[in-house]
């Protein structure tokens, strides 16, 4: 059964910083590439970054990008995302999952997200 457990969201200002953790369980972590994405109040869940499985390479949306790193520890089967110079407009559910296309095609199973609010 897969599992994916995200934590480390919380209320942070404008120009903070968060990191998010995903821990998982169900597949072979090493050989799957992992993603964040994210669902704002009233919006569709959307693609933030991606990792491949030995994280030699990475992807990300546009309006993350220089600000979001997404890292991973296959020792640990947990993949990360480090946000730097939060916006008001990051405010979302965030979720982890596995790709089974590159870099935005996740599984269908999600977990419970972990929530991201950024003040003004």
């Known amino acids: 059964q897969v599992q994916l457990l995200e934590s480390g969201g919380g209320l942070v200002q404008a120009g903070g910083s968060l990191r998010l953790s995903c821990a998982t369980s169900?597949?072979?972590?090493?050989?799957?590439?992992m993603a964040w994405f994210r669902q704002a109040p009233g919006k569709e869940r959307e693609f933030v970054a991606a990792?491949?499985?030995?994280?030699?390479?990475?992807d990300y949306a546009d309006s993350v990008k220089g600000r979001f790193t997404i890292s991973r520890d296959n020792a640990k089967n947990t993949v990360y995302l480090q946000m730097n110079s939060l916006k008001p407009e990051d405010t979302a559910a965030y979720y982890c999952?596995?790709?089974?296309?590159?870099?935005?095609?996740?599984?269908?199973?999600w977990g419970q997200g972990t929530l991201v609010t950024v003040s003004s």
């Open positions: 169900g597949r072979t972590f090493n050989t799957y590439a």
């Open positions: 990792i491949t499985w030995s994280g030699s390479s990475t």
């Open positions: 999952n596995y790709l089974r296309g590159w870099p935005r095609d996740a599984f269908d199973a």
